[in-house]
Nanobody, 124 residues
Framework: QVQLVESGGGLVQAGVSLRLVCAAS????????MGWFRQAPGKEREFAAA????????NYADSVKGRFTISRDNAKNTVYLQMNNLKPEDTAVYYC?????????????????WGQGTQVTVSS
């Protein structure tokens, strides 16, 4: 069992940066692929980024590529999402997810564990 807790969200103006943090419990964190998803009001949950257990491989949605960077520190059981040049359309609740099978894709049903989410609001 893995518990995931996100933090780092907030209300910011367009153009600034935020770093989201996902803290995981459990000794097997380093063996999981990790992902970040987001969900805006009235919309489906949307894939943002994913990273392999080793941190060597990553995958990004086209909408965030070049602006967001996913990284992890297995020694700290933590995964990060650095978000630069934020836009109003990035406004959403951001969720951290873990996959025990190494999946780096965009299908949320493939992920096994989820955090409770952190709100990011970007004003214009």
């Amino acid at each position: 069992q893995v518990q995931l807790v996100e933090s780092g969200g907030g209300l910011v103006q367009a153009g600034v940066s935020l770093r989201l943090v996902c803290a995981a419990s459990g000794r097997t964190f380093s063996s999981y692929a990790m992902g970040w998803f987001r969900q805006a009001p009235g919309k489906e949950r949307e894939f943002a980024a994913a990273i392999s257990w080793s941190g060597i491989s990553s995958n990004y949605a086209d909408s965030v590529k070049g602006r967001f960077t996913i990284s992890r520190d297995n020694a700290k059981n933590t995964v990060y999402l650095q978000m630069n040049n934020l836009k109003p359309e990035d406004t959403a609740v951001y969720y951290c997810a873990a996959d025990t099978g190494g999946y780096l894709g965009s299908d949320p049903s493939r992920y096994d564990y989820w955090g409770q989410g952190t709100q990011v609001t970007v004003s214009s």
